[in-house]
């Protein structure tokens, strides 16, 4: 496309760690084209954006951490002509980094689908947005009028919930049929969308790929650990002074994030990491790592006089209620976790922890889906790290702390 | 080998499996089937065939390793 003396970008590579959201404006309106191409320069074709990717070490950003690189190569490798798909579901009640990146650089995530279908050739790329979400559909119906790629876009909207956002769940809402998960193989990869080879790739996993498209893998590994190389977005919420989207480099302790959050505001005696498919740690020097537990970048500063048992019992309740209904292991045993735990939390006598230790066991790796994989991990932190709470609760009924709402649920979708 | 694999969308939780291959299948506190993870033995597939045949939801297949 362009001559080989336009690709030199005139622009330098973001230095800091401020990558994503190096651009975000003060006023909060999304960063329009133009804006977008001076801060990080044109998206021109890259050489090998497959190998770049997968010398990158990026992960997927979407919960699974997946090798993004890797994923490209086997939708590549298929027969027939492949589809992108971006899951802008975000279903996790207390994430908001994915809609962020929508509202506030949708140029950004549109490059990164962009590049991923040129590299796997594509042609068509569809946007899974969940319903309700109108400020990061008319930023996205926005973005996509200045745009002259030559990919077919669509927006479509499709029904929110925690499980929804589980890719199979999501190409068959795309598809008009149940928002629920289906049996894999066949994974999307092989056969997604009206049969297509399928690349769904999460928000946040698209708008790093806009930037190694640009700057590489190089630049992409200078930040970060290793293992775990670039940043990450968490969403920081619980007792800190400033809760909100943060972008930290991966590595980086719990404890220098809630500094980044102006601090904490009271004393907290927990921190769940990765949201309500990762697990509490009492650990302020936890080192955040996508595939160590960040997951989908949920991170909660928890604090000393809110009860862990009454809220993790809560959130149990409410991943059950969320459960597909499809399998019989994650009907019935999430159902059983949470009322359990339940049990505890009310003081009821008889001692459930042996019980909750079996059925999380016994549910992991049941399901059509991680869904029941994911509850039984936070249930199996929750039962290691609130230990003495859950001992009081036992003894006595009750504790010192109270539930006051530190773990959203949402409401159950209609 | 093979692994033997479920559909736990189409299982119905009965547990006719778990009485033909006892050796592979157990139930779980719910009645469902966890089945073990391993490779089938070459002398017990045919259980392993017998089950896939009678189970009445369709639900179980056998899967070679990579699968
Ligand atoms: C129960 C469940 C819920 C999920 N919800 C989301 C979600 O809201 N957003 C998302 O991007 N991925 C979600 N995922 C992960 C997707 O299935 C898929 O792995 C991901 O979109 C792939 O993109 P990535 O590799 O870029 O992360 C969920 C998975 C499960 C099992
Ligand atoms: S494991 Fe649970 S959430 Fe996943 S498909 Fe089965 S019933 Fe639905
Ligand atoms: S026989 Fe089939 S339907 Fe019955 S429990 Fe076994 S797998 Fe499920």
Known sequence: ?414 | MKRLQIDPIACDGHGLCAELFPEWIEADDWGYPIINPGPVPPGLEMHARRAIKECPKVALRLVSERG
């Open chain 1, 1 to 414: 496309m362009a001559a080989s003396a336009l690709r030199r970008t005139p622009v330098a590579a973001p230095a800091g760690v401020a990558r994503l959201l190096d651009g975000v404006r003060d006023d909060n309106r999304p960063v329009l084209l133009d804006e977008h191409v001076r801060l990080y320069g044109p998206l021109e074709p890259a050489a090998d954006l497959v190998a770049t990717l997968e010398s990158s070490g990026l992960r997927g950003r979407g919960g699974g951490a997946f090798p993004v690189g890797q994923k490209l190569a086997a939708v590549a490798a298929q027969r027939g002509r492949p589809v992108v798909v971006v899951n802008a579901t975000e279903g996790e009640p207390a994430s908001s980094k994915d809609r962020a990146l929508l509202r506030l650089v949708p140029h950004l995530v549109l490059d990164g689908a962009a590049a991923a279908a040129a590299a796997i050739g594509a042609r068509e790329i569809v946007v899974g947005l969940a319903r309700g979400r109108s400020n990061e559909r008319d930023a996205l119906v926005a973005a996509l009028k200045e745009r002259r790629d030559r990919a077919r876009w669509s927006v479509k909207a499709v029904t929110d919930g925690f499980v929804a956002g589980e890719e199979t769940a999501l190409l068959n809402a795309l598809s008009g049929k149940e928002p629920k998960p289906t049996m894999k193989p066949p994974y999307p990869f092989e056969r997604g969308l009206r049969g297509a080879p399928t690349l769904v790739q999460n928000v946040e996993t698209l708008a790093h790929v806009a930037l190694i498209a640009r700057f590489g893998a190089r630049w992409f590994r200078s930040v970060g650990t290793e293992a775990e190389p670039g940043t990450a977005l968490v969403t920081l919420s619980g007792a800190v002074r400033r809760p909100g989207v943060y972008e930290i480099e991966l590595g980086t302790r719990v404890s220098e994030l809630i500094e980044q959050a102006g601090g904490a505001t009271e004393t907290l005696s927990a921190f769940l990491v990765g949201g309500y498919f990762g697990g509490w740690t009492r650990d302020a020097a936890h080192p955040l790592t996508v595939a160590g537990g960040l997951g989908a970048g949920v991170v909660v500063a928890f604090p000393a006089d809110a009860c862990g048992v009454r809220e993790s019992a809560r959130v149990t309740r409410y991943l059950a209620n969320e459960s597909a209904g499809q399998c019989g292991p994650c009907v019935h045993g999430l159902a059983a976790l949470a009322s359990g735990l339940e049990e505890i939390a009310a003081g009821k006598t008889s001692d459930r922890r042996l019980h909750l230790a079996r059925w999380a066991q016994q549910v992991t790796a049941r399901g059509a889906c991680r869904h029941p994989d994911g509850a039984a991990r936070f249930v199996n932190s929750t039962l290691t790290v609130f230990e003495e709470e859950l001992a009081l609760h036992l003894r006595t009924g009750r504790c010192r702390g109270r539930d006051r709402g530190v773990l959203p649920v949402g409401s159950r979708r209609g």
